[in-house]
């Protein structure tokens, strides 16, 4: 039972109570929420968080950035790709104190799992994904705020518009 709620909560099933559990579908308006409310939240904590960074979180976010890029670059461990990948974010925000709001981006992230995956898989964002990160970790160390969110907010949105680029020639193709 835990294995099913851990997939509902990824947005891969639903359980219905009696009825059991669903694959979902993969959703044009699913994908356009999640990553309109990732832009909107991650850009504020980010923006928040920029100014109380410190030596040691930067030190973290470029560990993480190595091992992520490390992934990506192999092919392998692509299981690990989203999780190295909020990690990484997770590193650049923790600096904003905003319990609150980093619970709702775990969850906005766990939901967009399957998507980022997807984008990085059957896109060309592996490439982009890792210049972005790199930038973007360049910014905040920078304490560059105004540039930082903006890189970020793209990112996201850049992100969120391949996948839903990429689901809609699927359902194309497929007659949907």
């Given at each position: 039972m835990?294995?099913?709620?851990?997939?509902?909560?990824?947005?891969?099933?639903?359980?219905?109570?009696?009825?059991?559990?669903?694959?979902?579908?993969?959703?044009?308006?699913?994908?356009?929420e999640?990553?309109?409310?990732?832009?909107?939240?991650?850009?504020?904590?980010?923006?928040?968080?920029?100014?109380?960074?410190?030596?040691?979180?930067?030190?973290?976010?470029?560990?993480?950035?190595?091992?992520?890029?490390?992934?990506?670059?192999?092919?392998?461990?692509?299981?690990?790709?989203?999780?190295?990948?909020?990690?990484?974010?997770?590193?650049?925000?923790?600096?904003?104190d905003?319990?609150?709001?980093?619970?709702?981006?775990?969850?906005?992230?766990?939901?967009?799992?399957?998507?980022?995956?997807?984008?990085?898989?059957?896109?060309?964002?592996?490439?982009?994904?890792?210049?972005?990160?790199?930038?973007?970790?360049?910014?905040?160390?920078?304490g560059?705020?105004?540039?930082?969110?903006?890189?970020?907010?793209?990112?996201?949105?850049?992100?969120?518009?391949?996948?839903?680029?990429?689901?809609?020639?699927?359902?194309?193709?497929?007659?949907?």
């Amino acid at each position: 039972m835990t294995d099913v709620l851990q997939l509902e909560a990824q947005g891969l099933v639903h359980f219905e109570a009696h009825k059991g559990a669903t694959a979902t579908e993969l959703s044009l308006s699913k994908i356009e929420e999640l990553f309109n409310l990732r832009v909107l939240l991650e850009g504020h904590v980010l923006e928040q968080a920029i100014d109380k960074m410190t030596a040691v979180e930067i030190e973290q976010a470029r560990e993480i950035l190595t091992s992520f890029d490390e992934a990506l670059d192999t092919g392998t461990r692509v299981e690990k790709w989203s999780e190295l990948n909020y990690a990484f974010h997770e590193t650049l925000y923790q600096a904003a104190d905003m319990p609150q709001a980093m619970e709702i981006i775990k969850q906005l992230n766990t939901k967009s799992d399957r998507y980022i995956r997807m984008q990085l898989l059957f896109t060309s964002g592996i490439d982009k994904a890792e210049q972005e990160h790199g930038d973007l970790l360049d910014l905040c160390e920078k304490g560059d705020k105004v540039a930082a969110v903006e890189l970020l907010r793209k990112h996201i949105t850049e992100a969120g518009g391949a996948i839903r680029d990429l689901l809609q020639r699927q359902q194309a193709e497929q007659g949907l």
